[in-house]
């Protein structure tokens, strides 16, 4: 089942390396537009190594586990928690970037907030260091 979980991301890394050998074959070309990266290809291997990264993400998003396997009943027993750690809820948060554009999610709104932050921050930070490489 393990194989499974890293058969998207092995995808993608072929896709990845397909890709440079379209560039250095000369039948794709890799462009950063601001902080997006833009690919051109023209040739049969270009095509397969955007293919290839295309399913490896699908695969990616579709065999991925939305949450862990719980353990077994004895194993339930054996681990003693304290009564406030058992009862407390699980927090989460992300920030996914769409070309420079953060969009955050979370579980309550302290934890969106809190991702927001986090996006704002990398968002300055991205544009700060653009701004150096292009003055450079």
């Known amino acids: 089942m393990r194989f499974l979980r890293l058969l998207g991301p092995a995808i993608v890394l072929v896709g990845l390396l397909v890709l440079a050998v379209a560039v250095q074959r000369g039948e794709a070309s890799v462009y950063l537009v601001i902080v997006v990266p833009i690919v051109a290809g023209s040739g049969p291997i270009a095509f397969l190594a955007i293919l290839l ?8 998003f579709l065999l991925w586990p939305s949450r862990q396997v719980a353990p077994s009943d004895q194993a339930l027993e ?9 009862k407390a ?8 970037f769409l070309g420079p554009i953060p969009l955050v999610f979370g579980s309550d709104p ?8 986090v996006g704002v921050i990398l968002f300055l930070a991205l544009l700060a260091l653009t701004i150096l490489a292009v003055l450079r």
């Open 110 to 117: 302290r934890m969106t907030r809190a991702m927001l932050l």
């Open 53 to 60: 990264v295309f399913v490896g993400f699908f695969i990616t």
């Open 89 to 96: 809820p699980r927090r989460w948060g992300g920030v996914v």
């Open 78 to 86: 054996s681990v003693q928690l304290p009564t406030d750690m058992a």
